[in-house]
């Protein structure tokens, strides 16, 4: 075993939890990562810091809080907001000047527009213009013509984004053959809707056999009213399973074309007997409605199928083997700090706290709270902050109702328990809570009119 071993950073976007064959939850075919789960780590309730794209992959690059890089939503949208400074500070960047790794970035980039990769640590970088082109060439009329529902397409997997990302990463693998260790992060911008497929891949599901998300006939009682006009804004309020059930299945179709990619991934490292001591890490930057709900996309909720994300590792030489952790933890704020930790480098400046413990099974104890921030996005500002404690989860809508959970009793999270006397006593410890670890982080929600709302319990 290396002392540095070779790390593989998969990250895909929007990737529900529960739509991978090893959670067996939903029948999504997902042979390649559910390798993974089985001779690694499945961390099975693990979150993400902030369920909006181009914040939470900041995060995963400086193991920060997104509020703390002034990333407060997606950059490309017409209300401003900041983004990872051109010298920010990068974790990668240290594998690379102080350990000697060769370090890659293959496909999306949401750094910002002043950061770039190799501003970040990383000597080379394939972009998705580059990953994309192929197709473009070959199949021209493989556009998307059905707006955010998705198509599927007609074509040769091998001329696919996810299987041309999948081809960079290995050409960076063959070209690193020294002694040095190397540093992939293997960037999908699937299954990111709209969902287009390779017809391969959507004839694997039959949109009468896709079973109804279990929170698809959510009432919204005593919920936020943003979540209602959000239904409104997609023009989906009617809309029936009929009519969600094809955009499921070809969203499990785009998660199985990925799947196949990355075992194309996998399967070279074992056959260069690299699969057992490299590090791979497999997550997602949040979660996706999906339909559930009759929503489309993320945005104004804290909802299981938006917040809670795949998280596994891999690594027998190290790790434990077939392992499922029920230790709370979040992705982008704990990742980087593993990582810091397996090689042995401080992680200095960063929030979250090494998984190591957790991987090798020495505890199933990481932190007994997860919170998870949003600020908002293109239909308008709208702050948020959650907490989860066991199996209670409390949302502070900062202008609107609040929500409490029981994740037991209410998985798909049907019933506000806000103003219910029976969690009077929870509802304030949860309050309290949350405000601590917002103090902690000196969130930029905190003033004196917002502190009360939590402090004091001074909510409508």
Not at 288 to 294: E, M, P, Q, S, V
Not at 304 to 319: D, G, K, S
Request: charged residues 25%.
């Amino acid at each position: 075993m290396s002392q540095n071993p070779n790390i593989l950073w998969i990250c895909v976007d929007q990737q529900r939890w529960d739509c991978l064959g090893y959670a067996e939850k939903y029948p999504v075919k997902t042979p390649n990562i559910d390798r993974l789960a089985k001779g690694g780590v499945n961390l099975a309730d693990s979150y993400c810091p902030i369920p909006v794209c181009c914040p939470s992959r900041q995060s995963m690059l400086t193991g920060k809080r997104a509020e703390k890089i002034g990333a407060l939503w997606n950059y490309n949208q017409k209300i401003y907001t900041g983004m990872l400074p051109a010298d920010s500070e990068s974790w990668a960047r240290q594998l690379h000047d102080v350990l000697g790794y060769h370090t890659g970035w293959v496909g999306a980039w949401e750094g910002g527009y002043n950061a770039t990769p190799q501003s970040m640590g990383y000597e080379v970088y394939v972009p998705r213009s580059e990953i994309v082109r192929p197709m473009a060439e070959k199949y021209p009329q493989c556009v998307p013509t059905n707006g955010f529902w998705g198509q599927v397409y007609d074509m040769d997997k091998e001329y696919a984004p996810t299987h041309q990302t999948a081809g960079q990463v290995i050409n960076l693998m063959e070209g690193w053959q020294d002694e040095r260790p190397w540093l992939v992060q293997m960037e999908f911008s699937e299954p990111h809707l709209p969902c287009t497929p390779v017809k391969e891949f959507a004839d694997m599901y039959d949109p009468a056999d896709i079973p109804v998300w279990g929170g698809f006939e959510d009432p919204y009682e005593n919920k936020p009213y943003i979540q209602r006009q959000q239904r409104i804004n997609w023009n989906t309020e009617d809309k029936d399973w009929e009519f969600f059930a094809p955009v499921v299945a070809r969203y499990y179709a785009w998660i199985s074309q990925i799947d196949d990619a990355i075992g194309r991934v996998l399967d070279w490292l074992e056959s260069h007997g690299k699969l057992d001591d490299t590090v791979i890490i497999y997550t997602s930057d949040h979660g996706d409605y999906c339909g559930d709900r009759r929503q489309m996309d993320k945005h104004y909720a804290m909802y299981e199928e938006i917040t809670h994300i795949p998280h596994l590792w891999h690594c027998p030489a190290r790790f434990a083997k077939g392992l499922t952790s029920h230790a709370l933890n979040t992705n982008a704020l704990d990742i980087p700090a593993t990582i810091m930790d397996i090689v042995g480098l401080p992680a200095d400046g960063m929030v979250g706290k090494s998984l190591l413990p957790v991987l090798t099974g020495k505890t199933d104890a990481h932190r007994d709270a997860v919170m998870v921030t949003y600020n908002g996005q293109q239909f308008g500002l709208f702050s948020q902050r959650m907490l989860r404690m066991g199996d209670i989860k409390y949302t502070w809508n900062l202008t609107d109702t609040d929500e409490l959970y029981d994740l037991e009793k209410d998985p798909y999270e049907l019933c506000n328990l806000i103003d219910d006397p029976a969690y009077a006593e929870t509802l304030r410890t949860m309050r309290h809570r949350l405000l601590a670890e917002l103090q902690a982080e000196d969130d930029c929600m905190l003033n004196g009119w917002t502190i009360r709302q939590l402090r004091d319990g001074r909510k409508l």
